[in-house]
């Protein structure tokens, strides 16, 4: 089973750029999530899905932005990339919300900004 | 603003040896789960414990909640190499919320 798939699995990008990061799960789990992780700060929730078309801001939405026009995918997009962006992105998704549902993670994707 | 601190940040102990990680939070909590996370991977849930006072255990792991639902504690008993990771504990302060909050983490490393 794959799960929750994310690519790039490393991206490189100088200031001002933008990009994409995808999300893919197989599990047909109505929530999905993305969170950053830096060093010393935990797991910050940037934005999050409980469904197909709609999206809702976490804990550090700023900066970036979301989309979930299909329910297996939600996309992380970063419009004019900063060196502050540069961390771990994770990708979660559960069955239902996070309280009693396990969420099963990606893999990551390590991104640095120059 | 809540805060929700795990200690210690980092632990290297023997293999063989027990120990003890705390999670502690400023805010009462609807409930916890506590994850491991390996090197180069996402976190893999561990336990959610939704009950003050509730104890779970898992092998060799023992999650503690706390009474006041403001604190949580995960023992190992005998740790072995593989127990090596980081333990990150994560509430959600609101029933009904979909937000999770995470800690900082405790590193553990288990010698051979």
């Known amino acids: 089973n794959a799960g929750v798939t994310q690519t790039p699995k490393f991206r490189v990008l100088k200031t001002g750029q933008s990009m994409t990061l995808l999300c893919a799960q197989d599990?047909?789990?109505?929530?999905m999530y993305w969170y950053r992780q830096d060093p010393g700060m935990g797991l910050r929730l940037i934005h999050y899905s409980v469904g197909e078309g709609t999206t809702a801001k976490g804990e550090v939405p700023d900066g970036y932005n979301v989309s979930r026009l299909k329910k297996q995918n939600f996309l992380l997009g970063l419009e004019s990339a900063a060196p502050s962006q540069t961390s771990v992105y994770f990708c979660a998704s559960s069955y239902q919300g996070v309280a009693k549902n396990i969420q099963y993670f990606g893999a990551g994707t390590r991104l640095s900004v120059l | 603003t809540q805060l929700l601190e795990q200690s210690p940040q980092f632990l290297s102990i023997q293999e063989g040896e027990n120990l003890t990680v705390y999670c502690n939070s400023s805010?009462?909590?609807?409930?916890l789960q506590w994850y491991r996370q390996e090197p180069g991977e996402g976190p893999v849930l561990l336990v959610t414990v939704v009950t003050g006072g509730e104890v779970k255990k898992l092998k060799r792991l023992t999650f503690q909640f706390g009474d006041a639902r403001k604190d949580s504690s995960l023992h190992i008993t005998a740790a072995q190499p593989g127990d090596t990771g980081l333990y990150l504990c994560?509430?959600?302060?609101?029933?009904?919320?979909?937000?999770?909050?995470f800690g900082t983490g405790t590193r553990l490393t288990v010698i051979p």
């Open positions: 994560a509430v959600v302060y609101q029933t009904g919320a979909n937000n999770l909050f």
């Open positions: 805010s009462v909590f609807s409930s």
């Open positions: 599990m047909n789990h109505e929530y």
